[in-house]
């Protein structure tokens, strides 16, 4: 895929160098600057902002300082990638968020999820930018247990398919249960229906919570909500940002997300969608029951 794109501004947002070849030195630097400054967010799926798939407006908003989620941020990095030469697939993935989805084990994938493959210095790698609080790094397409910071991986073939494979996340975090793939190639546009789907349905979690996320080599940051939580090998801390200048302080200060393209009226209704629903306001634990984060 041939498109233009502002590779030089795309690489000052990773604080990446180009690297002179396509090596796979230069390829994990990338997926570290990706999981660390390209942030997994929906605010505009929050606000019904309709995007489109097209890379090049993918790529065009995470050098304006945002994110997206996976098909956008996939999108665009596998662009990227492209334009500094290395041999980037794009694969049908599901993303199964409960134990009940994952041992069914249908064979039949959903495509809610778009995943990335890199072939470089003779290996095949696993590179994905929209997993959220998963990868920090590249994984290679091979059977075996994988710790990258505090967090253990499980990556192994996936018997439902003969070029399938299976992401296992780390169950201390476990926002999802697992990630599987098939190896055969596809295109972009095969996504547009789901994500018509995930941006508009009323029963999406795109649509239903807010959220926020990060992960750097140390650990992840999650924002769903009001609610703020990090976990690293220091275990898991969570606060409640009770307040709308605490909550777009972390926002735009802890996280730096750039909300410039954003009007007053679209930042009131960003905090009003980070709000619990009123039913769910007894399940927020007190501010003095929790150890506070501070952004």
């Known amino acids: 895929m041939n498109t233009p794109i502002d590779v030089a ?3 000052k947002r990773l604080d990446v160098r180009a690297p002179e070849t396509p090596t796979l030195d230069g390829l994990f630097a990338l997926q570290r600057g990706h999981a660390e400054r390209v942030y997994y967010e929906n ?10 798939l097209d890379p090049a407006e993918s790529v065009a ?12 941020i996939n999108g665009a990095f596998a662009v990227l990638l492209e334009a500094l030469g290395y041999r980037v697939r794009r694969h049908v993935a599901d993303v199964r968020f409960t134990r009940e ?3 069914a084990n249908t064979p039949v994938l959903s495509g809610n999820h778009m995943t990335l493959t890199v072939e470089v210095e003779g290996g095949s790698w696993l590179v994905d930018g929209g997993l959220g609080d998963a990868i920090h790094e590249p994984l290679p397409l091979r059977a075996g247990r994988y710790r990258q910071g505090p967090f253990a991986y ?3 073939p996936w018997d439902r398919s003969p070029t399938g494979w299976r992401f296992e996340h780390d169950p201390g975090v476990r926002s999802f249960e697992s990630m599987v793939f098939t190896t055969e190639p596809t295109t972009l546009d095969v996504f547009e229906t789901m994500h018509k789907e995930l ?19 140390a650990g992840v940051d999650v924002l769903r909500g009001v609610r703020l939580t990090r976990i690293d090998a220091d275990g898991r801390r969570d606060s409640v940002l009770r307040t709308r200048q605490d909550w777009f302080a972390c926002v735009t200060g802890y996280f730096g997300l750039d909300l410039g393209g954003f ?5 009131d209704a960003l905090w009003r969608r980070a709000q619990p629903p009123a039913d769910r306001d007894a399940t927020i634990p007190s501010a ?3 150890t506070t984060v501070h952004p």
């Open 9 to 11: 501004g795309y690489l």
């Open 43 to 52: 605010l505009d799926i929050q606000l019904g902002r309709p995007t489109t």
């Open 61 to 72: 908003r995470i050098v304006s300082g945002r994110g997206g989620y996976c098909f956008h």
């Open 101 to 103: 989805l994952d041992v």
């Open 154 to 156: 499980r990556f192994a």
């Open 199 to 217: 941006s508009n349905a009323a029963d999406s979690r795109f649509v239903r919570t807010l959220t926020v996320q990060r992960r750097d080599a």
């Open 263 to 267: 009007d007053a009226d679209e930042q």
């Open 288 to 290: 003095r029951s929790r």
